[in-house]
């Protein structure tokens, strides 16, 4: 079965570092996510794309966090600089279009020290 | 703001017996919904999903259970068995897409032998 791959599948880095995830989507999937879920919660949505374009960010901290999907397949997320309370789970999902079930990678463990 | 929680964060089962978890949301606009199984250190897996104009739908072992007068929503799981053992989150969305989904914090199901 086709998977949603993600890596680093760890991260530690010091606090104002820079750190990226990159994300592969399921083949064919149009639409793309980035979540983030702090231990013992609900992911969060970051940011949606629908092919290359941004369709929502509204959640995203700008000054500090950006995602990429230039060529409408993998993904990109950014941030710079790392703070302690960034310290989570960031998950990548995909879906074939806005109709259907989301298909999550099994995330980048984010530790920032 | 509106939200989806649920009623129990541990819910502790024998194998064999049949597990209902329960969610209740909020958002009486909400019109798709989601059950999702976590397992410690991977992504959330989609089980089951069910749109507002149903209030039953059956997967293989797994029913969800929608009554919108109440706004509650439940995950029965037939004859559980140790590889259900995971986090559970109920996910609800309004605008009938799988899009910017909200998800609770989750019922750790526990199977005992």
């Known amino acids: 079965e086709a998977e949603v791959a993600q890596s680093p599948r760890y991260k530690i880095t010091e606090k104002s570092q820079a750190v990226a995830f990159w994300c592969d989507p399921i083949?064919?999937?149009?639409?793309l996510y980035w979540y983030r879920q702090i231990l013992g919660q609900g992911p969060e949505l970051l940011v949606q794309?629908?092919?290359?374009?941004?369709?929502?960010d509204s959640q995203l901290p700008k000054d500090r966090f950006s995602a990429e999907r230039l060529k409408g397949v993998d993904s990109t997320l950014k941030i710079q600089p790392a703070e302690l309370g960034d310290s989570a789970m960031y998950l990548c999902?995909?879906?074939?279009?806005?109709?259907?079930?989301?298909?999550f990678g099994n995330g980048t463990r984010l530790t920032v020290t | 703001g509106e939200s989806v929680g649920l009623h129990l964060p541990t819910l502790s089962v024998q194998e064999g017996d049949n597990s209902i978890i329960n969610c209740a949301y909020s958002n009486s606009a909400s019109d798709y919904f989601i059950w999702y199984k976590q397992e410690s250190g991977k992504g959330p897996q989609f089980i089951i999903d069910?749109?507002?104009?149903?209030d039953k739908r059956q997967g293989q072992r797994v029913t969800v259970l929608l009554n919108k007068t109440v706004k509650h929503l439940s995950l029965q799981i037939a004859a559980t068995q140790p590889g259900d053992s995971a986090v559970y989150f109920c996910?609800?969305?309004?605008?009938?897409?799988?899009?910017?989904?909200?998800f609770g914090t989750g019922t750790r199901l526990q199977v005992t032998l």
């Open positions: 794309f629908q092919d290359e374009s941004v369709v929502d």
């Open positions: 996910a609800e969305n309004m605008s009938g897409t799988a899009s910017k989904l909200t």
């Open positions: 069910i749109r507002s104009n149903m």
């Open positions: 999902a995909s879906s074939l279009g806005v109709g259907g079930p989301l298909h």
């Open positions: 083949s064919g999937h149009a639409t």
